[in-house]
């Protein structure tokens, strides 16, 4: 049956890309020190490859939805994620290359290619969409950044740094502040303002714990202003960075062999 | 006949395999659902009364798979079905609905009805028994299997052996095929693939070769072989179109026999998701040999057992399908689907509602209609189902 059971599962080929987004922002060339510690965030998390297992839970007031992916990426432009639990979508697979995402259904034993509009979805209540996800990670300098001095967050000491996009930059954002902590470069908060300077969406880590050989905060809370008891959280429970994986594993044939 | 022993080792395997189990649980995974349905149908009788007849029955499907190492892998899926309700009484002694669901369509008789009273009917069925040897450049499956050719999402002309039944939405399983399936990778997204039916009647057997591609975005496939009393070429793609998503499949089927006719069936459709979710699917089918048969429209309801093969996807000539769905709350899906019968002026509706109770409970209310236009509005049936679906 082909009916969309619910939003979630299509936004799947791009959460490794969310947790990119969340980690760091891409900061442009410039020398001055907000974009040093922009950069050095972004380097903390870069890899090649990276094998991830990832709960993401959706928490309302009156329940909770968890989901475990497992998610091969490599580079930006492929990634293919399983879904391990729940039971009910257990063994689906979502395979995307560049602009193409393919779905796997177990249960009709299909491949089954899904539209690129499907990216410009929002993604769970927040006001973030795939579309947004993509473009910002592909934006190198469309930000300026200001830093606005130290401050905590998360019980660590943090650079507080403003990012406000370019005039020419086709970013949804008014601006972004963000807290990159002092001692390690890791992000620990941002908050995300429209263009008429309301706060949109807070996004807080916390669980700094080395994993894949890194330094990294393992837990990321979305939460979306004005909505009290709303939040998304994506726990990491396994990373490893540079693994070898080549594009043929990145393929529709693959896509029903991964465990 | 060689091929009842090669499935009575198929068989073999499995219980050396679940004699295993214990030693090595990590490689048998068991998983499946429980579903209660109850079904409420209406219908009017000749004379313009209506009537309505409640149908219930608990679905189980179990999943058993074994991957003893990386090449080795096994399936064993079934599904049970306990039927309870006033309906069965209307099934005479002798043609009991018990021997109604019992014909195996395959090779070898896995379909029996265990319980078979004016009570209680209990009947199991198992559509996949395979054993799967693969490795980087080859994949060979012999079994009970399924094999799905489709590129779209409702009809699929290309879908020689196990065509989907868009209405039949409580068994998207559907049966497996009898046979063997060998595949060749060729790079990525290439491959060459061949696929034998068996069937113990000569003229229900198929062939076909099928190769894929993807070219400019666009996964393309080309086959052709042999369908049943009929030589068969088609091809098919899904690509995009800027946002949007658009799918295609075309079949023709020569006859080599005078009585029959020849046959060739198109089906082209295309789909969109909104940023807020809304979601719209449309798909259009042509079939040369439409026969017109307005009472055959019925076979598309989902409680009539919805057994189509490729060459009866609609009984028509032009028939166009739509659909929107949207999910106004993360835990609620709706949808709405209609085929429009051209050529027959009928209309065949199915509203869905769908909310997730638990992590892995679901329910669902679901509707399906048939109306005709044929000298004032006539109603050909109409019926509810209510699901609930506990899966693990």
Redesign the interface.
Request: charged share 30%; hydrophobic share 25%.
């Given at each position: 049956?082909?009916?969309?059971?619910?939003?979630?599962p299509?936004l799947i080929p791009f959460l490794p890309l969310l947790a990119v987004f969340l980690l760091f922002v891409k900061g442009g060339a410039q020398d001055n020190d907000a974009s040093d510690i922009i950069r050095k965030a972004e380097d903390r998390m870069r890899g090649k490859t990276s094998i991830s297992t990832m709960r993401i839970s959706?928490v309302?007031p009156k329940?909770t939805?968890?989901m475990v992916l497992k998610n091969w990426t490599r580079g930006e432009n492929y990634s293919l994620s399983l879904i391990t639990e729940?039971?009910?979508d257990?063994g689906t697979v979502f395979l995307r290359r560049d602009?193409?995402v393919w779905n796997w259904v177990p249960?009709?034993?299909?491949v089954?290619?899904?539209?690129?509009?499907?990216?410009?979805?929002?993604w769970?209540?927040t006001d973030l969409?795939n579309d947004d996800l993509v473009k910002q990670s592909d934006m190198k300098s469309d930000f300026t950044h200001t830093l606005l001095g130290k401050e905590m967050s998360g019980g660590v000491n943090c650079y507080k740094i403003r990012s406000v996009p370019r005039e020419e930059a086709a970013v949804v954002w008014g601006k972004i502040v963000h807290w990159i902590s002092v001692e390690d470069y890791i992000q620990m908060k941002a908050e995300f303002y429209d263009e008429d300077g309301y706060l949109v969406n807070t996004f807080v880590a916390d669980k700094i714990q080395m994993m894949g050989g890194k330094k990294i905060a393992s837990r990321l809370e979305i939460l979306p202003a004005e909505k009290n008891g709303h939040k998304t959280i994506l726990e990491y429970l396994s990373l490893e960075f540079d693994a070898p994986l080549s594009?043929?594993f990145?393929?529709?044939?693959n896509m029903k062999?991964v465990k | 006949m060689v091929v009842r022993p090669l499935f009575v080792a198929i068989w073999l395997f499995f219980v050396s395999l679940l004699a295993d189990a214990q030693s090595e649980p990590k490689n048998l995974t068991l998983?499946g659902?429980v579903k209660d349905l109850r079904i409420l149908s209406f219908s009017e009788d000749s004379s313009g009364n209506s009537r309505s007849l409640q149908q219930n029955f608990i679905h189980n499907r179990l999943n058993l798979r074994y991957a003893p190492s990386q090449h080795w892998e096994g399936a064993l899926e079934l599904r049970n079905r306990f039927f309870y309700g006033e309906f069965l009484k209307y099934y005479p002694p002798g043609a009991s609905y018990g021997s109604f669901l019992e014909p195996d369509p395959g090779m070898l008789d896995m379909n029996w009805s265990w319980i078979d009273n004016s009570n209680l009917v209990a009947h199991t069925a198992i559509d996949r028994m395979w054993v799967n040897w693969?490795n980087e450049k080859w994949?060979l499956r012999l079994g009970r299997q399924?094999v799905?050719w489709?590129?779209n999402?409702?009809w699929n002309p290309n879908d020689l052996f196990n065509v989907?039944n868009?209405a039949d939405?409580d068994y998207?399983?559907?049966p497996g095929m009898d046979g063997i399936r060998v595949?060749r990778?060729l790079s990525?997204?290439s491959?060459i693939e061949a696929v034998w039916q068996f069937n113990r009647e000569p003229t229900e057997r198929s062939a076909a070769l099928r190769y894929r591609f993807n070219f400019k975005?666009y996964?393309i496939q080309l086959l052709g072989g042999r369908y049943r009393q009929n030589w068969s070429l088609g091809t098919g793609w899904?690509?995009?179109l800027?946002?949007?998503?658009l799918?295609g499949e075309l079949t023709a089927f020569i006859p080599d026999n005078d009585s029959l006719k020849e046959q060739f069936l198109a089906s082209v459709s295309w789909?969109?998701?909104?940023?807020?979710?809304t979601?719209v699917h449309t798909s259009f089918l042509y079939n040369s040999r439409g026969l017109g048969d307005i009472a055959r429209l019925s076979q598309l309801s989902g409680s009539s057992g919805g057994q189509l093969d490729v060459q009866t996807l609609m009984p028509n000539s032009w028939s166009v399908f739509g659909?929107v769905?949207h999910?106004f709350h993360?835990?609620l899906?709706t949808?709405l689907?209609a085929i429009w019968a051209v050529d027959l002026g009928g209309i065949f509706i199915m509203p869905?509602i769908?909310y997730?109770l638990r992590?892995?409970l679901?329910l669902s209310l679901v509707g399906q209609g048939i109306i005709i236009d044929d000298n004032g509005v006539q109603n050909l049936g109409s019926a509810l189902f209510l699901r609930l679906?506990w899966?693990?």
């Open positions: 049956m082909f009916a969309r059971k619910s939003k979630l299509l959706i309302r329940w939805r968890d729940p039971a009910r257990k602009k193409e249960s009709v034993e299909r089954i290619k899904l539209p690129p509009s499907m990216m410009s979805q929002s769970m209540g969409t594009e043929d990145f393929t529709t044939q062999r | 998983r659902y693969s994949d399924r799905n489709g590129q999402l409702v989907l868009f939405f998207e399983e559907r595949q990778y990525g997204s491959a975005s996964d899904a690509g995009n800027k946002g949007s998503g799918k789909d969109y998701s909104f940023r807020k979710g979601y659909q769905s999910s993360p835990l899906s949808s689907a869905q769908g997730s992590q892995d679901d679906k899966s693990f």
